[in-house]
């Protein structure tokens, strides 16, 4: 039995043994409040057959954490039961979710119809990484489905969109889009990342598959990276799982254990971040130095709309367009105090970006405006500080711009 190895007794065993396999106590009859963390990488097997099987399929019992974890099950049983999905695959990103999921259902010679105000790092994979594997991809404007569905060949085997898009947040009519995936015989998958499962929940509407970067309002600290992907068919997952296996971005247990700890606070800083982004909104709109303010709870959002039908909430990133353009932009992200200049959104702390001066640096004007990004565009992942000190830096830093 493997217990027995457990158990180095004093007289049977010499001090270095005794060392290497320490003491161990039995599992407690009580049942830990917080998940334990199994900081483990390997697990023992009693019987040749189980440790086969686990090694063949999802759920059949733990190997090796490449593979699955305790820890990283519970995530995947949490982040599947919020989603409204069967079955869950945690990765140690969400770029890692997102190769997994794209490099198991498309094959050399196989198609995907993305939306065109993609993530960069999704669209980097599908025109590079994808390419070199014979797979070809083509952009739509997701608001115009009958573009998305004239998109659609006999080769198409997904429709990939994002609930909320960065930096302009548009809301993707996922109805209507999953409505066209079904007649097309072929997968929605969505990045929930930026509305969360508390705003949105994609599989009601039609998706087979949701995606998250658990690294923004899911893990919500800033202290953590990680990703999820939903499914709604087993099969779908099990080659996920093995994509994921074979990729290798697998997690560690600790870092789905901070994801698991910030879910359990996920409706109460979603509810906050949109009510200090709502207030932060309205403040901007207002302001003489800034021409347009992108958030979907205003209501002359193009996507206002379809956010009041298919979100519960607007979500804490918001973009706006300072007159002034590049330098005006560089100079307010600079004189910023509270809110710091950094990559990543969905934390605690505001956090600001000037993709003219940073990501996109390299684009001149024409190109920035073509991905639909303006010289002088800030986008702000709004914190849960409250609403006025952020108002009062900002305004200080509007000055300076
Ligand atoms: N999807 C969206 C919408 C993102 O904003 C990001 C990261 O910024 C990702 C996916 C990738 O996630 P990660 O950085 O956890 O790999």
């Known amino acids: 039995m493997a217990d027995d190895h457990s158990y180095t007794d004093h007289d049977t065993y010499s001090f270095g043994t005794r060392a290497v396999h320490g003491t161990r106590v039995p599992p407690p009859a009580e049942r830990p409040i917080s998940a334990p963390i199994f900081q483990s990488s390997t697990f023992a097997f009693d019987n040749a057959e189980r440790y086969a099987n686990a090694l063949s399929r999802p759920g059949q019992g733990y190997s090796y954490t490449r593979y699955e974890n305790p820890t990283t099950a519970q995530l995947e049983a949490t982040m599947a039961n919020l989603e409204g999905g069967a079955h869950g695959l945690v990765t140690a990103s969400g770029m890692g979710a997102i190769s997994s999921v794209l490099l198991s259902l498309l094959h050399s010679g196989d198609h995907v119809v993305l939306q065109q105000s993609l993530y960069g790092g999704t669209y980097s994979l599908v025109t590079g990484l994808a390419r070199t594997f014979g797979i070809e991809c083509s952009f739509v404007d997701p608001s115009d489905v009958d ?36 007649d097309a015989h072929i997968s929605l998958v969505v990045d929930n990342t930026v509305a969360s499962p508390y705003l949105c929940r994609p599989i009601e509407h039609g998706a087979q598959v949701v995606i998250h970067s658990a690294t923004k309002y899911l893990g919500g600290h800033s202290d953590v990276v990680s990703g999820v992907a939903v499914f709604t068919d087993a099969e779908q997952h099990r080659a996920a799982w093995k994509a994921m296996l074979d990729l290798g971005p ?50 002359n959002h193009p996507s206002h709309a379809v956010a009041r039908r298919i979100l519960s909430g607007n979500s804490g990133l918001l973009s706006f367009d300072l007159r002034g353009g590049r330098e005006a932009g560089r ?19 505001t956090l600001l970006s000037h993709p003219a001066s940073t990501t996109h640096r390299q684009l001149s004007a024409e190109a920035l405006a073509q991905a639909g990004i303006g010289e002088g565009l800030i986008r702000v992942s709004i914190g849960l500080e409250e609403p006025e000190d952020i108002v009062a830096d900002f305004e200080q830093a509007l000055e300076i711009a």
């Open 147 to 182: 573009a998305v569905r004239a998109a659609i060949k006999p080769t198409t085997r997904v429709l990939y969109a994002e609930t909320i898009s960065n930096p302009t947040l548009e809301v993707a009519d996922l109805p209507a889009l999953g409505a066209v995936a079904r």
């Open 250 to 299: 697998s997690p560690d247990p600790f870092a789905s254990w901070l994801v698991l700890r910030g879910i359990k606070t996920l409706p109460i800083r979603m509810r906050q971040h949109c009510l200090v982004a709502r207030a932060v909104a309205e403040w901007l709109e207002r302001h003489p130095k800034v021409e347009r303010v992108y958030w979907p709870g205003l209501p």
């Open 331 to 349: 100079r307010f992200t600079e004189a910023a105090r509270l809110a710091s200049l950094a990559p990543s959104l969905g934390g605690v702390e």
